[in-house]
């Protein structure tokens, strides 16, 4: 290839959840590849997540027993996702590929060394629903000790669960106020993150756990990975890509490609010009994810043709921004803060209008349309003293002193009555006495009429499981009575580029541009516009990224895909 100052089989740009995977199905095969990272570190969101891959009829699930199916996964995806004319990123036979091959791709990673299991319990997000799991699809690295990376531990990107526990086992701290089981657990994690210190470990968990491991199996298998490196342009010949325009000594440096190029470079959650575009009413400011996600590759994809789609729909995540956090990557978790007991969210009015469990993308969806009938950007978390005796703010991970300081800064709301909270949150006091009241009495009656929380499996998970005799609902009566501020944050975006069933990148008109795949958050998920279950994104992130490396090889029997790297 004439023109390029090196030239390798394939380029991945970006090194988030799938690049790796593409990498060591590369080099399974004795195929050079090179991963290009624009910033300092390696792993992208998918490192500062959870880390969760949801995946149906998983090896792990036979293991255990969990009874699932491609017909079961079929049937919930059909009822979740649905076929629509305005989400071709989730047509019925890119989900077919999805469900068949995503197993294939789990088998592929353990046989690289990639130690994953899955989490015991983790109902999908819409369990209700036919084919639905309430024991879960997810799959999780086990903890990982990043001095195993040598002199690449500083360039993994950090994660928010640094600790030698197990994400699942992390979330049961929650319940240390109500139940030995947490209590027990913040002893164990406690204990074992102080021995861990003492011998000079450096545990990981979650999203840093699973890109720490692929990190290690791909410095292993001699994926040769570039930091620093930002991809300025693909280099297109004859209307295929041919490869990319990076920047190497600070000078531009093009690598051809002789097999493809995957983009895994994100999404666009930190460019605004592209969220006022596509997402008006939602800010950069409130997002979750990696500062890489700025969307350069979907627009240069864009300047040589490719269709997108999908571009309104983000990962929804609500969030807080308290004083001091304005710049923090990471803020207090507000997940589970109103699916709790004793606690709802209303309206800038003092209106409730959703249920506060299940999925976090729905969450904020239903923030932001309920914003256009009547304000609600930012919502209020409503709960009283129950909720802060039991539970503390975000977790438990709020202290004392800093509830304090939001409160004399103003940030976080209070009153004596129900009416002094109305005031302090500009809500009419009547209104707002009326909404408690009436949840209070679904609450004594053990049924939430209005929306239902608390009747999926799901729902309860957020909840409490030692509350009776509801997980979810319990009354917000006894003062002080308090409410924080929820913004419909996010943890990606969620359209990208259109991609056909082997990650190839289309134009407009269905054709394909050649030697152009993508994965990731860069393409219209196969999701559409609902997130079915945790790890929604990561999953299919890695399973296109598998699959675009075996169709650019030409492996559609992965047999060679076994043997180890040469």
């Known amino acids: ?36 990272e624009k910033t300092a570190f390696i792993g992208g969101t998918t490192a500062r997540s959870g880390g969760v891959m949801w995946i149906p009829n998983n090896p792990f699930m036979a293991r ?78 086990d903890v990982f000790d990043t001095n195993a990376l040598g002199i690449w531990r500083d360039k993994l990107q950090p994660g928010f669960l640094n600790m030698p526990a197990m994400l699942d086992d992390a979330l049961k701290i929650r319940t240390l106020k109500q139940s030995w089981v947490g209590r027990k657990m913040m002893l164990k994690i406690a204990l074992s993150t102080l021995f861990a210190k003492l011998r000079g470990q450096h545990w990981v968990s979650a999203g840093a756990a699973l890109q720490g491991r692929m990190l290690q199996a791909s410095l292993k298998a001699k994926v040769d990975i570039r930091t620093d490196a930002p991809v300025t342009q693909l280099v297109v010949e004859d209307g295929a890509v041919t490869g990319v325009v990076t920047v190497r000594d600070g000078k531009p440096w093009r690598i051809g490609a002789r097999l493809g190029v995957l983009v895994n470079a994100g999404g666009f959650s930190h460019n605004q010009r592209m969220r006022d575009q596509y997402q008006p009413g939602t800010q950069a400011a409130w997002s979750q994810v990696a500062s890489g996600d700025t969307g350069e590759m979907i627009e240069e994809m864009m300047r040589h043709g490719a269709a997108v789609a999908q571009m309104e729909e983000m990962v929804g995540y609500q969030t807080m921004i308290p004083p001091g956090t304005e710049d923090d990557m ?49 919502s209020w978390a409503v709960f009283d003293s129950q909720y802060v005796a039991r539970y503390g703010l975000a977790n438990g991970m709020v202290s004392g002193w800093k509830t304090k300081q939001w409160l004399a800064a103003g940030y976080m709301k209070s009153g004596d009555s129900l009416e002094a909270l109305a005031a302090a949150i500009e809500a009419d006091p009547a209104t707002l006495r009326a909404t408690i009241e009436r949840f209070n009495g679904f609450v004594a009656s053990g049924r939430d009429e209005d929306f239902h929380r608390g009747e ?45 069933p082997d990650a190839r990148v289309l134009r407009e008109d269905g054709s394909v541009i050649p030697g152009l795949y993508a994965t990731g958050i860069s393409t219209a998920s196969v999701m559409g516009r609902a997130y079915p279950g945790a790890g929604s994104s990561v999953g299919p992130s890695f399973l296109w990224g598998f699959v675009a490396a075996k169709h650019a090889a030409g492996a559609d029997n992965l047999a060679g895909a076994d043997t180890a790297a040469s």
């Open 1 to 36: 290839m004439a023109g390029f100052d090196e030239t390798v089989d394939f380029v991945v740009v970006g090194s988030g959840g799938g690049s790796m995977c593409a990498a060591l199905l590369m080099r399974s095969l004795g195929r050079s590849v090179v991963i290009l």
């Open 64 to 141: 255990d027993g969990v009874d699932d199916s491609y017909e079961k996964a079929t049937a919930y995806l059909d009822s979740v996702v649905g076929d629509h004319d305005d989400t071709p990123g989730a047509t019925r036979e890119r989900r077919h590929v999805y469900l068949t091959q995503a197993p294939r791709m789990i088998d592929f990673l353990i046989k690289q060394g990639i130690k994953l299991t899955r989490v015991p319990y983790w109902p999908d997000y819409y369990d209700d629903r036919p084919g639905g799991s309430v024991e879960g699809r997810t799959v999780v690295a």
């Open 330 to 378: 990471v803020t207090p978790a507000m997940q589970t803060v109103t699916a709790a007991p004793h606690a709802i969210l209303v309206d800038r009015s003092g209106v409730r209008y959703m249920n506060e469990g299940g999925s976090y993308m729905a969450y904020c969806k239903g923030m932001l349309e309920r914003d256009k009938i009547v304000p609600s950007v930012p």
């Open 456 to 500: 999926r499996a799901y729902d309860n998970w957020l909840g409490d499981p030692y509350n009776r005799p509801s997980h979810t609902l319990g009354s917000i009566e006894k003062g002080p009575f308090y409410a924080l501020p929820v913004l419909p944050g996010d943890v990606g975006t969620y359209g990208g580029v259109v991609t056909d």
